[in-house]
């Protein structure tokens, strides 16, 4: 099938997915209202076969050391597959089903399998790491751009709970406030990479890594509009709110650098399968 866009709806909700850059889903929208950032960087793209930096974007790979190109110098960052053009494999109204094949730069032959699927009021996302050779290392992750704010006059917004938000006023709506319960903060280097220290989680301004054992769970509430759940049975979840457009959460299996400090072996008979959900009601 072509790798052009295509729209996946189901009630008022609607998602635009781009297969031809990343595999990403490059609009979410319920109710007319546009959830993600707009822009081929933004949306909502996968991160494989790792996800956020990689130390000096090298790994160990046994004996060996894999060296990764640094598109974040000094490190490399967020993976290959966002760089790359998906197939479709197959498509209905509400689902869709890419693939794509790891290349140079990634050493190993592998597939990546995503399932992008849509109802009334939630938005399931499900990826699979597979190889039919040898084993590797590897990560999943999702990175979401959520709009700060989804339009509708001049609010001035503060903190509630433990939101990302700034507490700006704004002539686009009230801004978006994020809220979870996190067990451990992974404390955060200099280098932007974890240190191998768990921390009492801190409030934002955030461009870290929570630790959530009973699996992922953070509210993003526009006020008067829409509150969006993400969860995965996933453990890990980096929230990055530092920006003025938008604010990004995202499930992953494991820490930044993870080839590194918490690597997940892909295998002949064991692929490396995540899954998340974004689950919305009308305020």
């Known amino acids: 099938m072509s790798d052009e866009d295509f ?4 009630g008022d909700a609607e998602v635009t997915v781009r297969p031809g850059n990343g595999g990403r889903v490059g609009g979410l929208r319920v109710g007319g209202a546009e959830l993600l950032r707009q822009g081929d960087r933004f949306g909502c793209f996968p991160m494989v076969p790792w996800c956020g930096r990689i130390r000096d974007g090298r790994f160990r790979d046994g004996a060996d050391v894999r060296q990764m190109p640094l598109n974040a110098p000094p490190h490399a960052i967020h993976g290959t597959v966002r760089d790359g053009a998906w197939k479709v494999a197959r498509r209905s109204a509400d689902e869709a089903v890419l693939t794509y094949d790891l290349v140079d730069p990634w050493p190993w032959p592998g597939r990546v399998t995503q399932i992008i699927a849509l109802t009334e009021d939630a938005l399931t996302l499900s ?3 597979e190889t039919h050779g040898s084993s590797f290392p590897a990560q999943i992750g999702w990175h979401p751009w959520f709009n700060r704010n989804l339009g509708g006059g001049t609010t001035e917004t503060g903190q509630t709970g433990q939101p990302a938000g700034t507490g700006r006023t704004t002539e686009t709506g009230a801004a978006v406030q994020v809220a979870f ?3 451990w903060q992974e404390e955060r280097g200099a280098d932007h990479l974890p240190t191998g220290n768990r921390i009492e989680p ?3 301004p955030w461009d870290d890594c929570f630790g959530m054992p009973d699996g992922v769970s953070v509210s993003l509430t526009w006020p008067g509009r829409l ?6 049975p996933e453990k890990w979840v980096v929230v990055y709110d530092e920006q003025e ?11 930044p650098d993870g080839l590194n400090t918490l690597p997940r072996l ?18």
């Open 7 to 10: 729209t996946l709806t189901a």
């Open 127 to 129: 990826m699979a790491v």
């Open 181 to 183: 319960d996190a067990a």
């Open 202 to 204: 801190k409030p934002g």
């Open 227 to 232: 509150r969006l759940e993400v969860t995965s």
């Open 245 to 255: 457009a938008a604010v990004c959460v995202e499930p992953q299996t494991g820490p």
């Open 266 to 283: 892909v295998t002949p008979l064991e692929p490396l399968e995540a899954t998340t959900t974004w689950s919305w009601t009308r305020l």
